[in-house]
């Protein structure tokens, strides 16, 4: 909590003095999806902006509805306001929201073109509605709605012969053997099936 702002103001100037074109962000923009966190987030994605950096965002597993969003004042715990996934939606209008040709109505995943030629599939992989419990879901899968609108996004995009770049929280695919078994929540849930079935639709790079 206390070095996280200071290493975040870094890499902003840093990317700010670099040469990239744009902002890949794929998730935990916050510690525990507290608004005052993502509100905080916007101030210094607006400095890319305005340095000529458009700026992309999809959730992580601990951005939306988050039942663990709290404030912490030495030993005192106080739970804060979250974020739902429409406000997630508002608050990144203008870092991936606001510029997307096709938004999934059964997630926040979305379709931009950052570039002519490019497609952003922002696919998001959260299951934030099951934190209903009162408990953090960190698993990640893609229903089956999402899933067939992510196909028919690819089918297009090939179509058109526009390369498409995939982004998401959770890994598509294990780091190591093993790692969905001792780490799970890290790796999308059916990373087999699923990884599979995005590369047989075209997609190449996540």
């Not at 290493?7 to 794929?26: G, H």
């Not at 912490?72 to 203008?94: K, L, R, W």
């Not at 938004?103 to 030629?117: I, K, W």
Request: charged share 20%; hydrophobic share 40%; glycine share 8%.
């Amino acid at each position: 909590l206390v070095e996280s702002e200071p290493i975040l103001k870094s890499v902003v100037d840093r990317i700010k003095n670099s040469d990239a074109q744009f902002v890949l962000m794929p998730g935990d923009m916050s510690k525990d999806g507290e608004l005052v966190c993502h509100e905080l987030m916007v101030t210094y994605l607006s400095e890319l902006k305005a340095a000529g950096k458009p700026v992309y965002v999809v959730p992580g597993n601990h951005d939306v509805l988050n039942p663990m969003a709290y404030s912490y004042s030495g030993d005192t715990v106080t739970p804060v306001a979250n974020v739902t996934p429409e406000e997630f939606a508002e608050i990144y209008q203008d870092y991936g929201y606001g510029a997307a040709i096709s938004r999934d109505p059964d997630s926040l995943s979305y379709v931009a073109e950052p570039f002519p030629g490019y497609s952003l599939l922002a696919m998001d992989s959260c299951i934030y509605e099951n934190n209903t419990t009162g408990k953090l879901i960190l698993d990640g899968e893609f229903s089956a709605a999402t899933m067939g609108w992510i196909k028919a996004r690819l089918a297009e995009a090939r179509k058109q012969g526009k390369t498409v770049i995939g982004m998401m929280h959770h890994a598509i695919t294990e780091h190591f053997d093993g790692q969905s078994t001792l780490f799970p929540g890290f790796v999308i849930n059916d990373w087999q099936n699923v990884s599979q079935t995005l590369a047989r639709e075209g997609l190449r790079f996540v």
